[in-house]
């Protein structure tokens, strides 16, 4: 994107970590021990802090049952941020922000949780129904956010519930030609897809679900690498691993 350090940005499902779980203050020390620009958090919580000074935005009131704090997404950013809630459609899942005055630009973060295959929210309609309408709903906001800030970089991350690996993993053929159409008619990037999944290279069958997507091919990806540094999440924080993507 420009001569300076790389931009860092990173992703984790922290899968409901809350302050009184000793889990909590692990992975809190986790995300301390590494160097990001930006953070998306997904299935975490307000006092869950990735470094001392950022600035968060947080989605709404969870549509789930859920213990204080809770918040499907969270967006952390080594630069101030402001909330766009006039460009998220789901604000229980998902939330939107602008970065500005960066060494990189005017950037637009958005984070999104996507339906499941158990997903509470396809009991009516099923599970291939519910990931369109509720994909298909972000679509919108992100062609919106494209058209107002048109000269800004876009980036969408959080739990998109589906692998976009050489080998499939999670999610289903059908819902990966979606995401795909989605994303090649809306000229969005996945920057953890293919060669690029630091999951499925260092820890294949496993792949990524938790993509960092960006709106433009300028910028080009220096290296992907994935945490915990396992074959497996045996034993780990989460049942997700987190992802970081360095981009220059």
Known sequence: ?????????????????????????????????????????????????????????????????????????????RWPIERLDQFVTDNSRCVAGRIGNTPFGDLLVYATVLPWAKDPRGNEIGSFEIYKENLLIQQADWLKLKSVFPMAVLFVAGDFNQSLAPKHYYGSKEKRALLEQVFAETQIFPLTAGGNDPIYRDSAPYACIDHICVSTLLADVEHTLRWPDAKTLDGADSDHYGVSVYIS
Request: no cysteine.
């Open 1 to 77: 994107m420009n001569d300076v350090d790389p931009l860092v940005i990173s992703n984790w499902n922290v899968e409901r970590a809350i302050p009184n779980q000793n889990r909590f203050n692990r992975i809190t020390q986790t995300l301390s021990g590494i160097e990001s620009d930006i953070w998306f958090l997904t299935e975490t919580h307000e006092e869950l802090v990735p470094n001392i000074g950022f600035h968060p935005i947080f989605s709404g009131t969870p549509d789930r049952h859920s213990q204080p704090g809770e918040r499907w997404s969270a967006i952390w950013s």
